[in-house]
Antibody, heavy 118, light 107 residues
Framework: QVQLVQSGAEVKKPGASVKISCKAS????????LQWVRQAPGQRPEWMGW????????KYSQRLQDRVTITWDTSSNTAYMEMRSLRFEDTAVFYC???????????WGQGTLVTVSS | DIQMTQSPSPLSASIGDRVIVTCRAS??????LAWYQQKPGKAPRLLIY???SLETGVPSRFSGSGSGTEFTLTISSLQPDDFATYYC?????????FGQGTKVEIK
């Protein structure tokens, strides 16, 4: 059974960085993209980017690419999303999700709340 | 960026009603459109992908149709578990973009 398990909630000060993990298990596919989406309170989700589990290729939202890095640890099947220079408006729930043959976001993690507060 | 616009929002309906949610894209996205259900405090759940394909395990009362710029999600007979917010997502062009959501409320 496909499962994505994310790291716990974080509280950060403006200007700090945060790094969230997402451990994937139960996949029978050798290649898929592990994607990141964030959702600010009361807002629609926002797509952030992805990493290919097979070759490590990445694709980012142009709006966030200067502040976001997505990495993949093959040995543990874990993806990481680091966001730098955090602002108050970055407060959101961050989700990881996979994209397989559906060509969309099919399985999702449980979400990680990141609160940016002084 | 592709703009995705959903209607109506919100939507009030009763148990057993046929419910239709519409999503319009600012330019043609072929059939690269998915529908999600989200309940408070939970991650979105994939219902429909590639405009009309039902995800495994999703009840058959959910269906999707459309291509190009206009798409619909239909719930044939609304059940208590269906009261939630529904989002469309286009995956044709980067950045992938979501609609603003349609909250299905109890009438």
């Amino acid at each position: 059974q496909v499962q994505l398990v994310q790291s716990g909630a974080e509280v950060k000060k403006p200007g700090a960085s945060v790094k969230i993990s997402c451990k994937a298990s139960g996949y029978t596919y050798t290649s898929y993209t592990l994607q990141w989406v964030r959702q600010a309170p009361g807002q629609r989700p926002e797509w952030m980017g992805w990493i290919n589990s097979d070759n490590g290729d990445t694709k980012y939202s142009q709006r966030l690419q200067d502040r976001v890095t997505i990495t993949w640890d093959t040995s543990s099947n874990t993806a990481y999303m680091e966001m730098r220079s955090l602002r108050f408006e970055d407060t959101a729930v961050f989700y990881c999700a996979t994209s397989t043959w559906t060509a969309t976001l099919d399985s999702w993690g449980q979400g990680t709340l990141v609160t940016v507060s002084s | 960026d592709i703009q995705m616009t959903q209607s109506p929002s919100p939507l009030s309906a009763s148990i057993g009603d046929r419910v239709i949610v519409t999503c319009r894209a600012s330019q043609s996205i072929n059939t690269w459109l998915a529908w999600y259900q989200q309940k408070p405090g939970k991650a979105p759940r994939l219902l429909i992908y590639q405009a009309s394909s039902l995800e495994t395990g999703v009840p058959s009362r959910f269906s999707g149709s459309g291509s190009g710029t206009e798409f619909t999600l239909t719930i044939s007979s609304l059940q208590p578990d269906d009261f939630a917010t529904y989002y469309c997502l286009q995956s044709c062009f980067y950045p992938w973009t979501f609609g603003q959501g349609t909250k299905v409320e109890i009438k």
